[in-house]
């Protein structure tokens, strides 16, 4: 099975699509894809599909959800090549019911799983200060990203928590991609990049620290310094907090750094984030 979350829905057995249109069918797979290879209770999935007021049928109508995705999984096992010796699989091999709950045997590939593999592996040439391959595998983590997660779904308050917690983990990869591309020295190459970073993301003060950098690597230091003000105005005004102390380190060292000896980034563990979109 394919399963793919990091944008629009997809997931795919014997590569047939068994992702169905209607909304509701489609939040149920959207959970049970994300938790592939665990049981995922009937509560968990009725407050996802209904919140606080479930009707008197929720029960039923998950079962009716259920198989509708079981005739789609069935479609998708027509084209399993028979192995002698050995039955052929059914719907309700690949989406089990369990007590308390169903599974969705997922087997194959999972976008989630391999992002995390990825960034896991770029973290750790990060802490050995391999800044070449960890901007490579961090840049591959992020390519398998298409859009927000589950961009095509209608979301609870489930699906919805956990956007965020993979929202945040892009965030992160983001984060240190970007710095490992800087240890590079490549600051040109960030600005359009960071750009548009900045302007999304108002109050992050990692990435406006990153763009400040960038910027001064690549001569333009009354603009970096311009990026800590526009910045600093930005957060008194609709915080009331002033920029962290490592915002503020940045600003000095670029203060008292000629354009010709750019400052390094950094290490950013533990600092103050201040995010919204």
């Known amino acids: 099975m394919e399963i793919d979350v990091l944008g629009p829905l997809a997931v795919r057995e014997n590569g047939v699509s068994i992702t169905p249109t209607a909304p509701?069918?489609?939040?149920?797979?959207?959970?049970?894809?994300?938790?592939?290879?665990?049981?995922?209770?009937?509560?968990?999935l009725i407050e996802e599909l209904w919140a606080a007021t479930p009707p008197r049928s929720a029960r039923t109508t998950l079962q009716t959800y259920v198989l509708q995705l079981r005739e789609l999984i069935a479609v998708a096992l027509e084209k399993d090549e028979p192995v002698e010796g050995?039955?052929?699989?059914?719907?309700?091999?690949?989406?089990?019911?369990?007590?308390?709950?169903?599974?969705?045997?997922?087997?194959?590939?999972?976008?989630?799983?391999?992002?995390?593999?990825?960034?896991?592996?770029?973290?750790?040439?990060?802490?050995?200060?391999?800044?070449r391959d960890a901007a490579q595998q961090l840049r591959?983590?992020?390519?398998?990203?298409?859009g927000s997660a589950f961009a095509d779904v209608q979301t609870g308050a489930q699906l919805e928590m956990e956007a965020k917690r993979l929202e945040e983990s892009r965030l992160c990869a983001l984060d240190q991609r970007i710095e490992a591309d800087l240890r590079l020295g490549r600051h040109r190459e960030l600005l359009a990049e960071l750009t548009v970073l900045v302007s999304r993301y108002r109050t992050h003060e990692n990435l406006?620290?990153?763009?400040?950098?960038?910027?001064?690597?690549?001569?333009?230091?009354?603009?970096?310094?311009?990026?800590?003000?526009?910045?600093?105005?930005?957060?008194?005004?609709?915080?009331?907090?002033?920029?962290?102390?490592?915002?503020?380190?940045?600003?000095?060292?670029?203060?008292?750094?000629?354009?010709?000896?750019?400052?390094?980034?950094?290490?950013?563990?533990?600092?103050?984030?201040?995010?919204?979109?």
């Open 86 to 131: 050995q039955p052929r699989r059914s719907a309700k091999d690949v989406l089990v019911t369990l007590p308390g709950g169903y599974l969705l045997r997922g087997g194959g590939t999972s976008d989630v799983r391999e992002f995390e593999r990825l960034a896991g592996t770029g973290y750790r040439a990060m802490d050995s200060e391999d800044f």
């Open 208 to 277: 406006h620290a990153q763009f400040m950098l960038a910027l001064h690597g690549a001569g333009r230091r009354g603009e970096a310094l311009d990026v800590y003000q526009r910045l600093r105005s930005t957060l008194v005004r609709d915080l009331g907090i002033e920029p962290s102390a490592r915002l503020r380190r940045v600003q000095r060292s670029i203060l008292m750094t000629s354009p010709e000896a750019p400052t390094q980034p950094e290490k950013t563990g533990g600092e103050r984030l201040v995010r919204v979109s």
């Open 24 to 44: 509701k069918p489609r939040q149920v797979l959207a959970l049970l894809a994300l938790h592939a290879d665990q049981v995922v209770p009937v509560g968990s």
């Open 140 to 146: 591959e983590a992020l390519g398998l990203w298409s």
